[in-house]
């Protein structure tokens, strides 16, 4: 057993002595500083200490008062001499690494070898322009690349940036001056006194002075998970990025910092750490439907592929048939890499990356991502009430005092007698780790008197200040960290107590003062204080009288609070246990009963409302008895109907009657926790249908509501819930006790739990933090511990934040799901097209480049467009979508396949009578205008070609044989002379021969004619016009389609809010700016001409027609709701 420290010890390690400055840190190197601070080596590092004098030594060589902490100058010189508190890190990927990593996928291997063949073969085919459509694949796969690059970046450098702005909100306490500050950590600096209370963070590697029974949890360091006594003999040491788990009997703990960034134990190895930003559920299940969608591409990229092999025979007869199977090959992986919707994942990122950034100037700093997304599927919110539906400033506006209630009329002019101000100023004072901050880190007065710690102690010593009496100079006298005991509030016994150890005042030495509940600090107490300061019996009557006193200011909505205090002559006297157990549950003295007001905040009941019409159910779970927590609930709106109240009172007497009290279960709006805990989790289930409030709470008790809405962290077998459930029988007791189990859970739920948002502030609330779907930790009155536990932190505590996240994350789930519809159909149409025209024996309708720059376009453009809709007022109309609903519903397949069906006629209609709708004034398909011969003397066979009808006005051309007078004649071999190649120019002539070729010799399948006696086209000129025409529709009908995607239901006005869609409308013009560079500029890279202005019109009027189709089937009857299934909110009570 360790021996306890005496008095002159504790003195001497914890500097009570004011420490007069002797030394320079000019010789205290950062070597003797990293002496103190091995890693696991506390024993070494305490030696160095000794032999430095201990902390009253290295606060001399510092020059360092411990009490008043450094000056504003020895700040500067610290931080010059040995840094910033700033920790290195790990440096991002370069967009270089990330544009080579992008080249990992194998479909863009695949394409990109394809496309070296395709050079190669066609360099050497035709060297003037054979190399063209390789190496525009190449450079629309360095496009394709770069935008992923791009996207991967962008994407590791907003994780990071989640990471700065929660640390930027970060605040720690630190003494300069004499004054006590609220800075963040990245300003402390080496010799800063910094105060650390249970539950807080430490933001620097530090060694304790002053504290007592100080814990601390160094797993997320050290890996070890038990938390660890600090002490003045062993370890002292404190180590930054973990966290304070107990201050035991002080109401803080006191450091002195010695380790900073770089040099603490955690920046030394943060800088080897990396932070991979993981996805999110939502992305997971978009990646899941990309593979299945792949695997469709890819099925149809097969039959592509093999159609226009077979077409190698059965139109070309079997000519340049290498040529033929490159092209079909990079047809087929293009396919491929198009019909894989890549851009859904990004969509997610882009919208969660987007949404985040407006979410946290509305009040929400997302820790985790998923939590944006699935915020928006919240159904049931479990809040705190202080300073969530609360203001967070309490005030005492009325009370029982020395013998005399006080009204709120009277208590706003009240002269406070000596009496009064007695033991409830010490107890206000010393009981208290509160302080007021009247400036903020850059020394701007505040307009009112910042609270730092608990709101209840701010009301407290605020009062105190209005009286006049100084509260830090009452701690300086009368409260000493060496002798005195302070415990902090313990949510079980509901009470704070510090213990006096020798108040110079009577004859009493030792001096107990405690505060909590108010009904149960008046249980423990025998007398009161009158109004002379004497102590009187408490009597039944006078008990009575008290508790219609409580109430009567709960029934005001009122947070009541009692104050008490037990003497002692010595400490001969006091039990000899009091270090660790204090005795302040008995023979309690009651000074005074306060009634604290924390208003409303001006926008919780709207707030509340929202919720409750969005389908979620909004449960209070407070500390307040349950007059309060009732009055205060139905003054902000959630207790809606009228419910039952069940107290542990009525509890008791009904427990005895199970059919009864089951009968009323359902019904109860308002419980108690101690009544929750004691139910069975059949009956908890009753209740939690309709429970909307939960007063007397302690942590646990939301940890079990919480288990039980939502099924995370049940015992899954025997042994889990034995350990538990120590002691007992599983067979026969696994259904009597709350959480339950697994099995059980899941078998009265079919669909599934609810998704629960939790707030919580304090270290107790973490486990419920954790066990929620969505933890929401107070950014202002949170702990370190319930932050670091929570998925969001709500920078401004307000309730209406939480009501916003839950608006943004439904916005999220809604612009996936725009992005989806719009992205399945271009899928759809783009496949069916070239597929269907390679079969039909024409050219891919869709080349290679112009299907990666629809990729491009459509993915990462329309990503951008669809995934940064702001959310409106009327994703709050809705109920909640089930965990498991489907992405696509019936409405968006609606959607998709009229849009496909569609767009699919149009591009079919121009494939096979485009150049008829046009007059004929271009060529179908893409044919070459003008052929070149290769072989002009060869002898070449014409009757291969057939008969061939030659028409002597036909184009000028010469006649075969001898009879030149002939109107008409067959090109054959009977005249007896010989035919040869050049043939061909006297029957189609040397010029603008293409038109003839096609009818006359292409047509006929079985001829070799055209490798035997013509060069490859494209030394010359194609015409592009009839694909071009076909392209330009494609794309101008996504172009309107995204408007149409900007509605994923029946509402017609596909036009809502448009304005406010800024990025929507610059990436709509970015498109329409792209397609005509493209189109008029692309050439044999795209194979593209320019197309006339009446051209132009047509495809901007083909794509348009998206808009009366997609007005159309909104009107259909078909599949115009969403399946009732699919929702999962509550309606509430009436």
């Not at 004098?53 to 100058?73: I, P, Q, W, Y």
């Not at 002075?209 to 370890?235: H, I, R």
């Not at 200011?553 to 002692?568: C, E, N, P, Q």
């Not at 008029?1080 to 019109?1097: C, K, P, Q, S």
Request: glycine share 8%.
């Amino acid at each position: 057993m360790e021996p306890e420290p005496s008095k002159q010890d504790n003195e001497r390690s914890v500097g009570m002595a004011q420490v007069i400055p002797s030394g320079t840190n000019m010789d205290l190197t950062q070597d003797i500083l990293d002496s103190l601070n091995v890693a696991q080596a506390s024993e070494d590092n305490k030696k160095n200490l000794d032999d430095l004098g201990g902390t009253d030594g290295l606060a001399s060589r510092m020059g360092l008062n411990l009490k008043t902490g450094l000056t504003d100058s020895q700040v500067e010189a610290s931080r010059e001499r040995y840094g910033a508190n700033i920790f290195p890190e790990k440096p991002m990927k370069s967009f270089l690494t990330l544009f080579v990593e992008s080249f990992n996928d194998t479909t863009l291997i695949i394409l990109i070898i394809a496309a070296f063949v395709s050079l190669i073969v066609g360099s050497y085919e035709d060297p003037d322009k054979g190399w063209i459509e390789g190496l525009a694949i190449l450079i629309a796969v360095l496009l394709v690349s770069t935008v992923t690059a791009t996207n991967d970046y962008q994407k590791e450098k907003q994780f990071r940036d989640l990471e700065k702005n929660s640390e930027a909100l970060d605040r720690c306490t630190v003494i300069r001056n004499g004054e006590t500050l609220r800075v963040n950590p990245d300003l402390l600096v080496v010799g800063d006194v910094v105060s650390l209370k249970s539950g807080d963070g430490i933001p620097a590697d530090g060694i304790l002075f002053e504290g007592s029974g100080v814990k601390c949890n160094e797993s997320a360091l050290t890996g070890e998970p038990d938390d660890l006594k600090k002490d003045f003999f062993k370890d002292p040491f404190f180590l930054s990025s973990c966290v304070v788990t107990d201050t035991g009997t002080s109401g803080d703990a006191k450091v002195v910092c010695v380790g900073i960034g770089k040099d603490s134990q955690w920046g030394k190895i943060k800088a080897n750490l990396t932070s991979e930003a993981a996805n999110t559920p939502l992305q997971d299940k978009l990646e899941d439907m990309v593979e299945l969608i792949g695997k469709g591409g890819g099925g149809a990229a097969l039959l592509t592929f093999c159609a226009l092999i077979a077409m190698i025979w059965l139109k070309y007869d079997g000519e340049d048939p290498w040529t033929h199977v490159i092209e079909a090959f990079i047809i087929a992986v293009t396919i491929i890499v198009v019909a894989i919707p890549e851009g859904l994942p990004l969509a997610v990122t882009i919208s969660l990356s987007y949404s985040s950034k407006q979410m946290l100037s509305e009040g929400n700093l997302i820790r985790q991502l998923q939590a944006c997304e699935t915020m928006g599927n919240a159904t049931n919110i479990c809040t705190d009430k202080t300073g969530t539906l609360t203001e967070n400033r309490m005030t005492i506006v009325e009370g029982f005092f020395a013998g005399k209630a006080i009204d709120q009329d009277a208590f706003e002019t009240v002269t406070p007698s000596e009496v009064m101000k007695a033991d409830f100023a010490l107890n206000c004072a010393v009981n208290s780790n509160v302080f007021l901050q009247d400036k903020d880190e850059n020394g701007k007065a505040y307009d009112r008197a910042k609270v730092v710690g608990s709101a209840t102690e701010g009301a407290m010593v605020l009062l105190l200040r209005k009286w006049g009496i100084n509260y830090q100079a009452s701690r300086d006298t009368y409260f000493s960290t060496s002798r005195d005991m302070q415990f902090p509030f313990n949510s079980t016994k509901k009470r704070s107590t510090v213990i006096l150890c020798d108040y110079p005042s009577g004859d009493s030495k030792v001096k107990l003062l405690c505060k909590g509940a108010s009904e149960v600090i008046l249980a423990d107490c025998t007398h009161f204080a009158d109004e002379s300061g004497a102590k009187q019996p408490m009597t039944e009557a006078k008990r009575k009288e008290f508790l219609d006193l409580i109430d009567q200011m709960a029934g005001r909505a009122l947070r009541t609070l009692a104050i008490a205090h037990k003497d002692y002559k010595d400490l001969n006297a006091i039990p000899a246990n009091y270090r660790t157990d204090p005795p302040d549950s008995s023979d309690l003295i009651l000074d005074a009963i306060v009634g604290i007001i924390d208003p409303l905040r001006s926008d919780v009941k709207d707030a509340v409302k929202t919720a409750q019409g969005a389908g979620v159910m909004v449960r209070m779970v407070t500390g307040d008895n349950i007059i309060t927590a009732r009055a205060i609930a139905q003054q902000c709106g959630i207790l809606t109907g009228t419910g039952e109240t069940l107290t542990k009172e009525m509890y008791e007497q009904l427990k005895a009657d199970p059919a009864k009290l089951n009968a009323m279960l359902p019904n109860v709006a308002c419980i108690e926790g101690p009544v929750y805990r004691n139910l069975t989790p059949a009956q908890a289930d009753l209740v939690l249908e309709r429970v909307q409030v939960m007063a007397r709470s302690s942590p646990d008790d939301k940890y079990l509501m919480v288990t039980r809405l939502n099924g995370h962290g049940l015992p899954a077998n025997q042994k889990e819930w034995e350990t538990l459930h120590p002691g007992r029988n599983y067979e026969s007791e696994k259904d009597l006790f709350l959480p339950g189990y697994k099995d059980e859970w899941k078998a009265s739920r079919p669909n599934g739990g609810q998704v629960v948002g939790v707030t919580g502030d304090g270290t107790n609330d973490a486990p419920a933090l954790k066990a929620s779907d969505v933890g929401l930790s107070m950014g202002i009155t949170g702990t370190k511990v319930a932050q670091n536990a929570s998925d969001v932190v709500i920078t401004d505590d307000k309730f209406s934040s939480i009501v916003r996240a839950i608006l943004w994350g439904r916005s999220v789930y809604d612009n996936i799901r725009r992005f989806l519809q719009f992205q399945l159909t271009v899928n759809v149409v783009a496949l069916a097209l070239v597929f269907i025209g390679s079969v039909a024996g024409f050219p891919p309708p869709l080349n290679a480049v112009m299907m990666l720059w629809v990729n491009l376009i459509m993915d990462t453009m329309g990503a951008l467009a669809l995934g940064t809709e702001k959310p409106t007022a009327a994703l709050l109309l809705r109920q909640p979508y089930l965990r498991d609903s489907a992405l696509v519903s019936k409405p968006m397949w609606r959607n998709i396949l009229f849009q496909s069906a569609y767009q699919l006629i149009l591009l079919l209609v121009l494939l096979f009578e485009g150049t008829a709708m046009f007059g004929d004034k271009f060529l179908r398909g893409d044919y070459c205008m003008n052929w070149k011969l290769s072989n002009g003397d060869k002898s070449y066979d014409l009757t291969a070609i057939g008969s061939l009808e030659v028409k002597e006005q036909y184009n000028g051309v010469g006649v075969i044989g001898s009879d030149l007078s002939a109107q008409s004649y067959y090109t054959t071999t009977e005249t007896g002379d010989g035919t040869t190649c050049g043939d061909f120019y006297r029957v189609c002539g040397s010029d603008n021969n293409g038109e003839c070729y096609q009818d006359n010799f292409a047509s006929n399948y079985d001829t070799g004619f055209k490798s035997a006696c013509l060069d490859n086209c494209a030394k010359t000129d194609y015409d592009y016009t009839h694909f071009t025409i076909i392209f330009n529709a494609f794309v101008w009908c996504q172009i309107f389609n995204e408007f149409n995607a900007r509605q994923i239901k029946n509402d017609p006005n596909i036009l809502s809010g448009i304005m406010q869609s800024k990025m929507f409308l610059l990436v709509i013009i970015v498109t329409v700016l792209f397609q005509i560079f493209v189109v008029e500029l692309g050439g044999d890279w795209v194979r593209t001409t320019h197309i006339e202005f009446n051209y132009w019109a047509w495809s901007v009027l083909f794509g348009a027609g998206s808009i009366p189709v997609g007005l159309l089937m909104r009107l259909c009857p078909i599949w115009n709701e969403e399946d009732e299934e699919s929702f999962f909110g509550y309606v509430m009570p009436s």
